[in-house]
């Protein structure tokens, strides 16, 4: 496999990130249900390893949960915190 051909290792950050600034904008409400794996893959070119990672990596974070059966959530606590950070900085 040529260097060109190698997938990003940063891609899963990239996304982490896009998704974070979704919750911070509001955009990703509190208790709000997080576009599923399949989304994220078809909307931004991923393969679903790298979502995976990113959505771990929010996961850890603490900036989103999984309910079985019905996807990933934003957390209330911190979404309720990034728009107490957004209202103060307005």
Same mark, same amino acid.
């Given at each position: 496999?040529?260097? +060109?051909?190698? =997938?990003? =290792?940063?891609?899963?950050? *990239? #996304? +982490?990130?896009? &998704? %974070?600034? /979704?919750?911070? $904008?509001? !955009?990703?409400? /509190?208790?709000?249900?997080?576009? @599923? &794996?399949?989304?994220?893959? %078809? $909307?931004?070119?991923? @393969?679903? /390893?790298?979502?995976? !990672?990113?959505? *771990?990596?929010? $996961?850890? $974070?603490?900036? &989103? ?9 934003? @957390?209330?606590? #911190?979404?309720?915190? @990034?728009?107490?950070? %957004?209202?103060?900085?307005?």
């Amino acid at each position: 496999m040529t260097a +060109a051909a190698q =997938p990003d =290792p940063r891609a899963y950050m *990239r #996304l +982490a990130a896009f &998704i %974070r600034q /979704q919750i911070a $904008e509001g !955009k990703l409400a /509190q208790g709000g249900r997080l576009p @599923s &794996i399949a989304v994220l893959r %078809r $909307e931004h070119g991923h @393969s679903r /390893q790298t979502v995976g !990672k990113a959505i *771990r990596v929010l $996961e850890r $974070e603490g900036l &989103i949960y999984r309910v079985p059966g019905l996807g990933y959530h934003v @957390s209330y606590v #911190l979404a309720a915190q @990034s728009w107490a950070c %957004r209202s103060r900085n307005s």
